[in-house]
């Protein structure tokens, strides 16, 4: 049975730091791309940043681009998030998900961490 928890998520101030953890199991976790995704309050889910399965490369959307790292650990089958600099528009739940930029819709996805930015 395929399972992947996040957590880190909480409430913190513009300018911020949090780092988000989400542990996976009953998967081949190596083998596989790895993605954070987002949905904010009244929104839709979007894309944040992904990693490939050896994690030598990461990718970012433009409006993370400079302040998210996106790293994974492939011995503890854990991916993490580290977000910096947060702004009030980052306000969302943090989901990780099984997948690219062009795929985590149709890949394992995990119930999510929140991340409450305020000023």
């Known amino acids: 049975q395929v399972k992947l928890v996040e957590s880190g998520g909480g409430s913190v101030q513009t300018g911020g730091s949090r780092k988000l953890s989400c542990v996976g199991s009953?998967?081949?976790?190596?083998?596989?791309?790895w993605a954070w995704v987002r949905q904010a309050p009244g929104k839709e889910l979007e894309w944040v940043s992904s990693?490939?399965?050896?994690?030598?490369?990461?990718y970012y959307a433009d409006s993370v681009k400079g302040r998210f790292a996106i790293s994974r650990d492939n011995a503890k089958n854990t991916l993490y998030l580290q977000l910096n600099s947060l702004k009030t528009e980052d306000t969302a739940m943090y989901y990780c998900a099984e997948g690219t930029k062009k795929s985590w819709q149709r890949g394992y996805r995990g119930q999510g961490t929140t991340v409450t930015v305020s000023s």
């Open positions: 990693i490939d399965s050896g994690g030598g490369s990461t």
């Open positions: 009953g998967y081949r976790y190596t083998d596989h791309c």
